[in-house]
Nanobody, 118 residues
Framework: QVQFVESGGGSAQPGGSLRLSCAAS????????MAWFRQAPGKERELVTTVTTTDDKRNYADSAKGRFTISRDNYKNTMSLQMNNLKPDDTGVYFCNALVLGSTIYPWGQGTHVTVSS
């Protein structure tokens, strides 16, 4: 079965950094566009960034550009999100998932919580 396990969240001060990790299993990871999503308190889940199958093209939401970096390891079926210069608006639960024709079709993992505050 498809499974996503996110980790690496925690608390950080504004301007700080966190590195999130995602371990995926149960599907063809190397053939899948992968993505990170964020759900802020009281808001819907939103797309933060995507990475192509060969890690050669990345897209970022405007809020993440210049601060976040997505990467993947197709040998380990893992993905990471390096988040720098964190802002309070980055607070939320972060999820990873695969995109199939632009949509998520697999069950969500538990996510990892990120809290940015002073």
């Amino acid at each position: 079965q498809v499974q996503f396990v996110e980790s690496g969240g925690g608390s950080a001060q504004p301007g700080g950094s966190l590195r999130l990790s995602c371990a995926a299993s149960g599907f063809s990871f190397s053939s899948s566009v992968m993505a990170w999503f964020r759900q802020a308190p009281g808001k819907e889940r939103e797309l933060v960034t995507t990475v192509t199958t060969t890690d050669d093209k990345r897209n970022y939401a405007d809020s993440a550009k210049g601060r976040f970096t997505i990467s993947r390891d197709n040998y380990k079926n893992t993905m990471s999100l390096q988040m720098n210069n964190l802002k309070p608006d980055d607070t939320g639960v972060y999820f990873c998932n695969a995109l199939v024709l632009g949509s998520t079709i697999y069950p969500w993992g538990q996510g990892t919580h990120v809290t940015v505050s002073s």
